[in-house]
């Protein structure tokens, strides 16, 4: 299974990333070392949708607090970029794909990402992760 993660990213071109305690959805819980993950600029924060593919170097899940009843996985990530992307893709490219049961790649991604625009690591299917492969 490959990963995307959708965050600020102070700098896009950037050899190596961190995200320190990133809410987890759509099985982004199980992300480990040695994985595939597509980094997008969380257009929230001014970035610009999908920015770089990557290897994750380590994944280190956030213990639960005892004092919440109900609380999101939360994991710190750090990632060595492998490629740039060479086109634009992110939330104006993605917000006309609105069918949820049409099983294209690009409607995963609108609804993983911007159906609640939260900042995210999810765990996407082998047909996205192909798809998103198109843009490096």
Not at 24 to 38: L, N, P, R
Not at 119 to 130: P, R
């Amino acid at each position: 299974m490959a990963f995307a993660v959708k965050a600020e990213v102070e700098d896009p071109q950037a050899e190596t990333f961190s995200f320190a305690a990133q809410k987890t959805m759509y099985g982004g819980k199980h992300i480990a070392e040695g994985d595939t993950i597509f980094v997008f600029a969380s257009e929230n924060e001014g970035g610009q949708g999908l920015v770089a593919r990557g290897i994750v170097t380590s994944s280190e899940a956030i213990p639960r607090r005892l004092d919440l009843e109900r609380q999101t996985p939360r994991v710190s990530i750090s990632i060595r970029r492998t490629a740039m992307a060479v086109r634009r893709l992110g939330r104006d490219e993605l917000k006309r794909f609105k069918d949820w049961k049409d099983g294209r790649p690009e409607t995963e991604l609108n609804f993983k990402f911007y159906r609640q625009a939260t900042n995210k690591i999810v765990g996407i299917s082998d047909e996205t992760a192909v798809f998103l492969s198109g843009f490096f």
